[in-house]
């Protein structure tokens, strides 16, 4: 079930993407070292992301899901080969490039709207315009009237909706997300990953979400990334036969697709 | 209504605590008690409450209580300023911390009051001086503080403004100052009693006027009612200035979860909207905050005839849905 990265297969949020959405950024690593300086965690990484599609990243908890994803932010510079966005060098973070963390990611001082205007504050997004378009995004990740509401006094799926919303406002063209639901009880992972769905039908940005649930990998993915154990075993990409479709788990495709992985992931 | 009655139980426990000292006081000075320690040549409190009313009509207190207020208000806020400053560029850039870090760290363990020779050898007059003190005193535990609150901050807070975009400033204003508040007013809490402290002292040697300076001439001619009544000063304008600070900064970091702790604490449930006004403590005395970084001192104690008992901090906007409705949809 191995497939090259090259394989055709379909990105739906690139059809229904509305107009006037930015485009999904296409992100490359190529033969690239990852970690912090003197301590590298994965060398000769291979992996291109292409625009539109949402690739979601499984492996051993270590195996450094989230050194990619902050690589590929901006925030980790790599160590060695080449990380590019739509063919050129990643120069730091910001590029519109945003990241949505497991948890404790919303500055616990500012309301859940001043959290979502944030990064139009930085785009320099005008006082009576930033107000508008956060309430828009609370308001389509269902948190309408909880805009006054600070961090603290909304529940872990709040929060991460909130996150979710604040990441999205700032229309950037890759969403990257560090195990976003992990922390969440079973139910609400569901109905945040269902949510999650909806929200995406409405972009066309890039989709990097890393988890170590196998089944939300390939309930969110339109392809999975697999992480090998050793530093620099070669990344393994699986397509998913039917993304983002809830029958689709019991179909003897995704079960074999979902077999692989695990067997992968066990040994 | 069981807050109510709570809220008037424990005023009234403070005012006992008051009196009682109080009537101890008169009962072992009017008795002239000689015991191991001795009480019969200390003005009793009737002596004190009489001199204390003569004084408050004579311009000279308030002269002297003025001079005082100006050399700490004028120390202590150079201090909260630089020092704040100084925290934030040691906690964030090596450079700062290789170049500043040493002379500082000589310079910390050196008593404010024991720079009086140097305050006189170098400023033109006493007053600089006395200000000069006053600051030294209370610049070190807000750096101290600062320098601790903004080591301690989540990375992932500077991590989510830089990949929006924001600069280095951004990240200073939105992330770096308002997360090291808790530590910041937990160092201006000490900052300004210690303040008081080397403002008093340093009056007491080389003042022209000021609570500390009257207090010892008072001393001198043996006026001990005075000397009495300089303390009382003192202890007044010290716990109004801590209460300021300690009010201060609970109205700067509403946004720390202090109302579910008060419940977890067993306090009253009270619950009250956020824009409390002016007076009303937030907090119980001396709970534990998260966000106060380890080593920062958390801004503890509370204000006299503060309310008690769980109160929201702000946040607890209009919209009272429960979570159950749209959590995890």
């Given at each position: 079930m191995t497939l090259s990265p090259t394989s055709p297969t379909t990105s739906v949020n690139s059809a229904a993407a509305p107009p006037g959405s930015a485009e999904g950024a296409g992100l490359t690593l190529r033969d690239a070292v990852l970690g912090r300086p003197g301590a590298p965690v994965l060398s000769g990484v291979g992996l291109e992301v292409r625009?539109?599609?949402?690739?979601?990243?499984?492996?051993?908890?270590?195996?450094?899901?989230s050194t990619l994803l902050r690589t590929l932010a901006g925030l980790l510079p790599p160590l060695g080969g080449e990380v590019t966005a739509d063919g050129r060098p990643l120069g730091g973070p910001g590029g519109g490039r945003a990241l949505v963390f497991q948890e404790d990611g919303l500055l616990p001082w500012r309301t859940a709207r001043a959290n979502v205007e944030l990064p139009l504050a930085i785009g320099r997004v005008g006082r009576a315009e930033r107000r508008r378009r956060a309430a828009e995004w609370l308001a389509r990740v269902g948190l309408?009237?909880?805009?006054?509401?600070?961090?603290?006094?909304?529940?872990?799926?709040?929060?991460?909706?909130?996150?979710?919303?604040?990441?999205?406002?700032?229309?950037?063209?890759?969403?990257?997300?560090?195990?976003?639901?992990?922390?969440?009880?079973?139910?609400?992972?569901?109905?945040?990953?269902?949510?999650?769905?909806e929200v995406l039908a409405t972009t066309r940005a890039t989709v990097v979400f890393v988890t170590?649930?196998?089944?939300?990998?390939?309930?969110?993915?339109?392809?999975?990334?697999?992480?090998?154990?050793?530093?620099?075993?070669?990344?393994?990409?699986?397509?998913?036969?039917?993304?983002?479709?809830?029958?689709?788990?019991?179909?003897?495709?995704?079960?074999?697709?979902?077999r692989d992985l695990l067997q992968s992931l066990g040994g | 209504m069981t807050g109510r009655w709570e809220r008037a139980y424990r005023r009234l426990l403070r005012a006992v605590s008051l009196l009682g000292f109080l009537g101890l006081w008169q009962l072992l000075t009017a008795l002239r008690v000689r015991a191991w320690v001795h009480f019969d040549q200390l003005p009793t409190v009737v002596d004190v409450a009489r001199e204390f009313r003569q004084r408050l009509g004579t311009g000279v207190y308030w002269q002297d209580l003025g001079d005082s207020l100006g050399r700490i208000l004028t120390g202590f806020c150079l201090a909260a300023v630089l020092g704040v400053a100084a925290g934030v560029a040691i906690g964030r850039s090596r450079l700062a911390a290789d170049l500043l870090g040493p002379v500082l760290e000589l310079l910390?363990?050196?008593?404010?009051?024991?720079?009086?020779?140097?305050?006189?050898?170098?400023?033109?007059?006493?007053?600089?001086?006395?200000?000069?003190?006053?600051?030294?005193?209370?610049?070190?535990?807000?750096l101290v503080s600062t320098r601790h609150a903004v080591r301690a901050l989540t990375p992932v807070w500077e991590e989510a403004v830089l990949t929006m975009g924001g600069g280095r400033w951004r990240v200073l204003a939105q992330v770096v100052l308002p997360g090291a508040l808790p530590g910041i007013?937990?160092?201006?809490?000490?900052?300004?009693?210690?303040?008081?402290?080397?403002?008093?002292?340093?009056?007491?040697?080389?003042?022209?006027?000021?609570?500390?300076?009257?207090?010892?001439?008072?001393?001198?001619?043996?006026?001990?009612?005075?000397?009495?009544?300089?303390?009382?000063?003192?202890?007044?304008?010290?716990?109004?200035?801590?209460?300021?600070?300690?009010?201060?900064?609970?109205?700067?970091?509403?946004?720390?979860?202090?109302?579910?702790?008060?419940?977890?604490?067993?306090?009253?449930?009270?619950?009250?909207?956020?824009?409390?006004?002016?007076?009303?403590?937030?907090?119980?005395?001396?709970?534990?905050?998260?966000?106060?970084?380890?080593?920062?001192?958390?801004?503890?104690?509370?204000?006299?005839?503060?309310?008690?008992?769980?109160?929201?901090?702000?946040?607890?906007?209009?919209?009272?849905?429960?979570?159950?409705?749209?959590?995890?949809?």
């Open positions: 625009p539109g599609e949402v690739l979601t990243v499984v492996g051993a908890s270590g195996c450094g899901k309408a009237g909880y805009e006054g509401r600070l961090p603290h006094r909304l529940s872990g799926g709040q929060r991460q909706r909130v996150q979710l919303a604040r990441a999205l406002a700032g229309q950037p063209r890759a969403l990257l997300m560090d195990e976003p639901f992990g922390a969440l009880d079973a139910q609400t992972r569901a109905g945040m990953q269902q949510l999650l769905v170590h649930d196998v089944d939300e990998a390939l309930f969110l993915g339109d392809r999975v990334a697999l992480l090998g154990a050793a530093p620099d075993a070669p990344v393994r990409l699986f397509a998913v036969p039917r993304p983002r479709d809830r029958a689709a788990h019991e179909t003897p495709a995704t079960a074999a697709v979902r | 910390r363990p050196i008593p404010a009051i024991a720079l009086v020779p140097v305050a006189i050898l170098v400023f033109p007059g006493n007053e600089q001086g006395i200000v000069f003190i006053t600051f030294c005193a209370a610049f070190f535990p807000v007013f937990g160092g201006l809490s000490v900052g300004i009693g210690v303040a008081w402290i080397c403002v008093i002292s340093a009056e007491m040697i080389s003042g022209d006027y000021g609570v500390g300076y009257r207090t010892w001439q008072d001393y001198t001619v043996v006026d001990y009612p005075g000397v009495l009544v300089g303390m009382v000063t003192i202890g007044l304008l010290g716990h109004l200035t801590s209460s300021a600070v300690e009010l201060a900064g609970r109205r700067a970091t509403r946004w720390l979860p202090r109302a579910e702790q008060a419940a977890e604490r067993g306090a009253s449930g009270r619950r009250t909207r956020g824009g409390l006004p002016f007076g009303r403590a937030l907090a119980p005395a001396g709970a534990v905050r998260p966000g106060t970084p380890a080593g920062g001192t958390p801004v503890a104690g509370s204000a006299p005839g503060s309310a008690p008992g769980a109160e929201s901090a702000a946040g607890d906007g209009p919209v009272t849905v429960p979570d159950s409705v749209t959590h995890g949809r």
